[in-house]
């Protein structure tokens, strides 16, 4: 309970870093002995010299000699506990180090196993806070919790062997007396787990709502909820203002029974030591050794109960570090993307498991073809790209490339395959260049400036910068139409075989947006293009029509196929087209 099995065998390193720790401690401990029996010897000689002047003892009360090698071993024992001192904490640092090291690698290999659906198992800030703040937790438990745990017990046990030859019933009381402050850590932490628990969820929580509220900031003081927010993120730091209060408490209040413990328990040691030394079976020497050592016997367990707290922090971190790294993955597909058709069969999709957002969606997105999936706000559109993109797994149904299911082919084989460019696509800080070359590392400048070309908007990136130009992290110092070209042209450049455009063009002002969707068009007679659009002009050319409606596929075929089945496509396009027809009217009535 006090040691965790399966941390410590995740970190088989850090063993040795403990086991030296402790050594070091025990050299010290054993010179600390010597030097408190010479401490001990001298003042013992001293006392000789008072209470019985014509003893060996008194003699060598003003033996210049004996000073001297007491001295000399004094320093020399003086020395390698500064040493074994130093020593110690160096392994503590390894130890820490390896841990921290080896933690925050496995958290990052399993969010990459994880891959892009890890949102559906964890929010960010707490993978965040996990793998930072948590694993940061866990350097006090490796680096100073375990090796004191084995020196706590080692301790006690060496200096009974020791004083037993003193005064073994001095030596049987200060031994008994020691595992009662370890009781009463076992009976707090019975406690202390839940409220540390609860300690941890409360953190991730108000960490959770902090990075929302940072992000969105700009929105919340739009509309003035600013003050709302605010006083949101106050009543969620109150709480955790409480329950760390508490956490404190609960450490101030134990670290005092361990106080009286210890310091109680070298009392009585001490008591029967002196007892011993007036009924005459202790020497003054042997009782002075006595009580010189008897707090060394808490000491070490006395430091154990204070790390416990910082290491059942710890623990509870770890908890929350192994649920992570105990997600259950997608097991990664092995298979090649291949050259087959994309086709869906009676696929049921849910976010939640209680809304179908995709209902019995069957479809072939033919390769080499051009497909488009219309359908309103909310229909399903994008739920359906992200599943191509394996965004999410948790389908019914099946999703099939050619022979192969699209659960088995790897993350990597699809992303050389298929490109998607959603309505926000993602600029990274840096240069343009950068951000281009990511899709094509080994692109050349010319090709980089003709997919610019392309997209439209080369004339503007040579005006600031050329291709080294700076962009600001997630391209604020761009317009969204500006970053929409700049990731379609990223998209140009990573010349896969499949592209989906989710309302790619969505932003952008209606003559870039014509011009960019025929480089789309022009695009679909080599490749296979899958535009997402709710604007039906767009995708007349298509080879093929999806219409989507409430998670259902209810039409396809070809612009001309649906229009006359008359159906929802054929009055969502009649609409449209009245719409736009108004729209052009009015603006020829304005040239007039
Ligand atoms: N991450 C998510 N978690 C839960 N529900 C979601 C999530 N994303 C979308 N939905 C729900 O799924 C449904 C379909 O959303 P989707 O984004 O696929 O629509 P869409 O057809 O792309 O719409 P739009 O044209 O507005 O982009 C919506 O009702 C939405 O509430
Ligand atoms: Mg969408």
Known sequence: MMINKRLIALVPESRKYITANVVSQWVSLAANVVIMGEVAFLLGNAGAYFFDHKSEAADRAFDANVYFTAASICLIMLIIKAICTYLSSRFSYKSSKAVKKTLRQMIYDKILRLGASYTENASTAEVVQVSVEGVDQLETYFGSYLPQFFYATLAPLTLFIVLSFVDIWSALVLLICVPMIPMTIIVIQKWAKKLLSKYWGQYTALGDTFLENLQGLTTAKIYGADDYKHRELNTQSEHFRKITMKVLTMQLNSVTIMDFIAYGGAAVGMIVALVGYSSGRNTFTDTLFIMLLSADFFIPMRILGSFFHVAMNGMAATDKIFKLLDLEEEKSGREEFGRG????????????????????????????????????????????????????????????????????????????????????????????????????????????????????????????????????????????????????????????????????????????????????????????????????????????????????????????????????????????????????????????
């Open 341 to 592: 058709d994309i086709e869906f069969s009676d696929v049921t999709f849910s976010y939640d498991g209680d809304r179908n957002v995709l209902n019995n969606i069957s479809m072939k997105l033919k390769r080499g073809s051009f497909t488009a999936v219309v359908g309103e706000s909310g229909s399903g559109k994008s739920t359906l790209a992200g599943l191509i993109m394996k965004r999410n797994s948790s389908y019914s149904g099946s999703i099939t490339v050619g022979k192969t299911a699209l659960a088995d082919i790897s993350e990597k084989s699809l992303y050389e395959n298929v490109t998607y460019v959603g309505i926000n696509a993602y600029l990274f800080g840096g240069t343009l260049r950068e951000n281009l070359l990511m899709a094509k590392p080994d692109a050349t400048d010319e090709e980089l400036n003709r997919a610019l070309h392309r997209v439209n908007i080369l004339e503007f990136t040579n005006q600031n910068g050329g291709l080294d130009m700076k962009i600001l992290e997630r391209g604020e110092n761009l317009s969204g139409g500006q970053c929409q070209r700049i990731a379609i042209a990223r998209a140009l450049l990573h010349d896969t075989d499949i592209y989906i455009f989710d309302e790619a063009t969505s932003n952008i002002d209606v003559e870039s947006e014509s011009d960019i969707l025929s480089l789309i068009h022009e695009m679909a007679k080599s490749k296979t293009v899958i535009l997402i659009t709710h604007r039906l002009a767009n995708v007349i050319n298509a080879d093929r029509i999806y219409v989507l409606c409430e998670g259902k596929l209810v039409e396809s075929g070809n612009h001309e196929e649906l229009v006359n089945q008359n159906g929802t496509y054929a009055s969502l396009y009649k609409t449209q087209s009245e719409l736009e027809n108004i729209r052009r009217e009015d603006a020829h009535e304005e040239e007039k």
